[in-house]
């Protein structure tokens, strides 16, 4: 009889430890499959923000070209990344500035809008463009001097 009691009192301990340890197990995999999501998160979004910068800096490269139509189509670019969720608060006030440099408002014309043969050109900030990300709505730019 006494056998028995500790037998099953032998079975009745590695159970438990089997229980606890498949307990264990099933945690600390949750909680790397939450760690790899979080991971591949943050690397989707730098990838992201990396190749969002690099189209920015070539629409930078267009806008600042002495060919018009060149310079249309950077501007037209920056426009539609200053509407992206990508885009930062400091990056939009570097749209702001280059904007303002390239379409001739370098003085801070006080009415954001330029008369450039007979088309208004406005800010990319201007309520006409309002971001999709909320951001270009805010008036938080600061002027700088030349």
């Known amino acids: 009889m006494a056998v ?26 949750e909680q790397k ?15 992201s923000r990396a190749e ?6 070539w629409a930078l490269d267009r ?4 060919d018009e139509g060149t310079k249309a189509l950077g501007l037209a670019t920056l426009d539609v990344l200053a509407r992206s969720e990508l885009a930062r608060e400091e990056e ?4 702001d500035i280059a904007w303002k440099n390239v379409s001739g408002e370098e003085n801070g014309d006080e ?3 330029e008369e450039d043969s007979g088309q208004v050109i406005a800010p ?9 990300n909320g951001t270009t709505d805010e008036d ?7």
């Open 4 to 29: 028995l009691v500790a037998a099953l009192l032998a079975f009745y301990i590695n159970w438990r430890t089997l229980k606890q340890r498949t307990e264990a197990d099933k945690t600390a995999l």
């Open 33 to 47: 499959r939450e760690a790899d999501v979080q991971a591949l998160r943050q690397k989707t979004e730098a990838d």
């Open 52 to 57: 969002w910068w690099r189209r920015t800096q």
């Open 63 to 66: 806008a600042l070209d002495e």
């Open 92 to 95: 939009l006030e570097l749209f």
């Open 111 to 113: 009415s954001g809008q």
């Open 124 to 132: 990319v900030d201007s309520d006409e463009h309002l971001g999709d």
């Open 140 to 146: 938080k730019s600061k002027e700088v001097g030349p």
